[in-house]
């Protein structure tokens, strides 16, 4: 196993956190000097904060970790490609390079929609790694995804049970 798998591999137990709280399975890591100094996964709907994804968890505990809002110096591994408001924190915050599992076609800034990472005219850029552990990683968003549409087939199946005074039959 790569070193960045091993990290990868710690990110998808961050993400699986997240999962375990009904949350979108996405989770990271931040490490500098071959250390993790900083752990995060999606609490959206948990901390009902539009600001709580992986990344951003993440960044904040490594900024206290190292005293600093840069962290130069660091590697992020996130199982999915950021979104814009992430691939700006990752610019902002001066990171080295991030490590992605897979791609996000619909929300992905990190390349797939648009590279914020890497654009003329920002004063720093973000070195990009893609697809590791991509089959894993995609593998835990679709189960996730197919685990939900069926839950809310079945409760959509359940209040259909119900007669037009709202008692079950």
């Excluded at 500098?32 to 752990?39: H, T, W």
Aim: overall charge positive; charged content about 30%; aromatic content about 4%.
């Amino acid at each position: 196993m790569t070193e960045q798998e091993r990290f990868m591999k710690e990110a998808i137990r961050q993400a699986k956190k997240a999962e375990a709280l009904y949350e979108v399975p996405i989770g990271c890591v931040i490490v500098k000097e071959g250390k993790i100094i900083a752990r995060g996964y999606n609490r959206r709907n948990t901390d009902k904060n539009t600001l709580s994804h992986a990344e951003l968890n993440a960044i904040r505990k490594a900024s206290r970790v190292t005293g600093d809002w840069r962290l130069e110096g660091c590697t992020m591994y996130v199982t999915l490609e950021p979104c814009q408001m992430c691939a700006g924190a990752l610019v902002q915050s001066r990171l080295d390079e991030v490590v992605i599992g897979c791609m996000n076609p619909k929300a992905g800034c990190a390349g797939s929609i648009i590279n914020l990472l890497d654009m003329d005219g920002f004063n720093h850029k973000v070195k990009i790694t893609r697809g590791v552990l991509e089959n894993e990683c995609s593998e835990m968003l679709s189960s996730f995804f197919k685990k939900l549409r069926e839950r809310k087939k079945a409760e959509k199946n359940a209040g259909a049970a119900e007669t037009v005074d709202g008692s079950p039959c």
